[in-house]
């Protein structure tokens, strides 16, 4: 084989490698999204409007900040 032929080769090789690390990066951040996003259809709408409504404000606004940073941490 020629040189060139070889660098060629190295070249392809090694964009098929940034490719590979592309698509787990991509699926990484799918499997986020996919469990963001199952967390937050959990969450029971009719829990957090009885905390909203009867819990002390304090309490209330202690809690929800822990759940949206929750979210926007996963």
């Known amino acids: 084989m020629s040189m ?9 090789e090694e964009q098929r490698r940034e490719e590979e690390y592309m698509e787990m990066q991509f699926n990484d951040w799918l499997d986020k999204v996919q469990k963001r ?34 979210i926007v941490t996963m």
């Open 37 to 70: 996003e199952e967390f937050i259809n959990s969450i029971d709408l009719a829990e957090i409007e009885c905390i909203t409504s009867y819990w002390k404000p304090t309490e209330a606004v202690r809690y929800l900040s822990r759940l949206v940073t929750m």
């Open 4 to 12: 060139d032929m070889i660098e060629i080769l190295e070249i392809m």
